[in-house]
């Protein structure tokens, strides 16, 4: 019969090879000042979008500051997914619960509002659906990171 326990270079409490270092624990350098400089600069790109559609007249200049949020959801949504995938398990497993919850509120918000619509609210745009669920995306990921830390 095979005595596998004493054919293997490791002791019986080495979980783990000598030769193959374990991945650190911890965040990536910078990962909460890029979170937190990226909702930053989100949200003061859409209050300026906002401000401009009174304030800046209509043109060229105007479609640019009101598409600049769009740039810095990319740059949100690409540290988002830098930080998933730089993290463990368990930080993964928050983030991508970030993402479920975010859907399901999403979800059940433009459901609710759909059935308000057919008893007599005003119609509203697709904007706030999307402000709502980046507003509760964005804290759970500010939450997640804040508390990984």
């Known amino acids: 019969m095979l005595d596998i326990e004493n054919s293997l270079p490791q002791s019986k409490a080495c979980f783990t090879s000598v030769e193959v270092p374990m991945e650190s624990p911890y965040w990536p350098k910078f990962a909460v000042r890029g979170v937190v400089s990226s909702q930053w600069a989100y949200w003061c790109s859409l209050a300026s979008a906002a401000m401009s559609v009174t304030f800046i007249p209509p043109g060229s200049v105007r479609t640019l500051v009101i598409l600049t949020p769009t740039l810095t959801a990319l740059l949100c949504v690409f540290i988002a997914y830098w930080l998933y995938r730089q993290s463990d398990e368990y930080i993964q497993l928050r983030l991508l619960r970030c993402v479920t919850i975010t859907a399901i509120v999403v979800m059940f918000c433009t459901l609710g509002y759909f059935f308000m619509e ?17 507003s509760v995306f964005n804290v759970q990921l500010l939450f997640v990171v804040l508390r990984a830390r």
């Open 118 to 134: 057919l008893f007599g609210f005003p119609h509203v745009s697709l904007l706030w659906v999307n402000l709502l669920g980046w």
